[in-house]
């Protein structure tokens, strides 16, 4: 065998060692995780705090959770947006695939979750306080923030949830159609980024609200 001959095949062999994991990887799996029902006990739970919280009618508990669901629902959004979105564009597809089908079965659960106690708790809060009752044109601060809060809301459910689950669904497939995967990500990369810039957009209205309408 020649020299040649001998580095090229050490170099292809060094090239598959490194690209296929290794058994010995602790918690490594090829398998897509599943969609795990048993984490609607969970957003039970959530939404039973949320209902607590209404009912004894405690301001403080009401702003608590109003302000922990908001700050992890833009945080997640802003992160999903800005950081995962422009990766994801960029990366191969089988970067996307493993990327999605470990990403989905948790959103799934979660953003819709934040979304709903987020604006539930934000309009009990608000009647709590006053804001709904503020005369113009400060209302129309309070009338920014339901637009804002309605249009993420939306836009989730109709939008960025029906979309993660139909590329969820299809990278499961053995032969996943790869035409309709990307229609489906370049569709969910602009409305992430949009959700995005709407969550911008609620946080200066926050910052309003926190320094006086």
Do not use: C
Not at 30 to 59: K, M, Q
Not at 117 to 131: D, E
Not at 136 to 155: E, R, S
Not at 166 to 181: C, H, N, Q, T, W
């Amino acid at each position: 065998m020649t020299s040649e001959t001998g580095s090229f095949v050490k170099e292809h062999a060094t090239q598959a060692a490194i690209a296929t994991p290794s058994p010995g990887i602790s918690g490594f799996s090829d398998d897509p995780p599943p969609i795990n029902p048993r984490n609607l006990v969970w957003v039970a739970l959530a939404f039973l705090v949320l209902a607590v919280a209404i009912a004894i009618d405690d301001v403080w508990l009401l702003n608590f959770i109003h302000v922990m669901a908001g700050v992890l629902w833009t945080g997640i959004d802003l992160f999903m947006g800005f950081v995962i979105g422009p990766i994801m564009r960029r990366s191969p597809v089988a970067v996307r695939r493993a990327m999605v089908l470990r990403l989905m079965p948790k959103t799934l659960f979660l953003l819709p979750t934040l979304a709903i106690i987020t604006g539930t708790a934000g309009w009990f809060h608000a009647r709590q306080i006053g804001l709904l009752d503020v005369p113009y044109p400060a209302y129309w601060w309070v009338f920014a923030a339901l637009t804002i809060v309605t249009v993420l809301t939306v836009q989730g459910f109709a939008v960025l949830l029906p979309a993660n689950l139909l590329v969820y669904f299809e990278m499961r497939k053995s032969a996943p159609d790869g035409a309709r995967i990307g229609r489906l990500m370049r569709r969910y990369v602009y409305a992430v980024a949009f959700q995005g810039l709407m969550q911008v957009a609620i946080i200066v209205v926050m910052a309003r609200f926190v320094t006086g309408l």
